[in-house]
């Protein structure tokens, strides 16, 4: 079965730091790219950052800019989200997720499919 399972959100004060990771199996990691996405109730969906498997170049909203770095590790079938100078608005739920390359220009609207996982919870206190 696919699985992509989002761990390493919690409660963390304005400025500090979270690293995320989303640990894939039941696919062909390789195949596919994988963005973060994020959701807070009420507010449409967000694409926080994506990884081109294939040569991996990243992708971020400009909202997150300078302050996220996105990694991957083929070997562990992880991708991870590096978290840092965080904002109160950047609380949400985070959610990984994986596409095929030929998505990857419109990452941001891919739709919710059973390559989406479980999301974890960012928490950011003011």
């Known amino acids: 079965d696919v699985q992509l399972q989002a761990s390493g959100g919690g409660l963390v004060q304005a400025g500090g730091s979270l690293r995320l990771s989303c640990a894939a199996s039941?696919?062909?990691?390789?195949?596919?790219?994988i963005g973060w996405f994020r959701q807070v109730p009420g507010k449409e969906r967000e694409g926080v950052s994506c990884i081109s498997n294939s040569d991996g170049t990243t992708y971020y909203a400009d909202s997150v800019k300078g302050r996220f770095t996105m990694s991957s590790d083929n070997a562990k079938n992880t991708v991870y989200l590096q978290m840092n100078s965080l904002k109160p608005e950047d609380a949400a739920v985070y959610h990984c997720?994986?596409?095929?390359?030929?998505?990857?220009?419109?990452?941001?609207?891919?739709?919710?499919?059973?390559?989406w996982g479980q999301g974890t919870q960012v928490t950011v206190s003011s």
């Open positions: 997720a994986a596409f095929k390359g030929s998505l990857l220009r419109l990452w941001v609207r891919i739709p919710v499919s059973k390559y």
């Open positions: 039941g696919f062909s990691f390789d195949d596919y790219d």
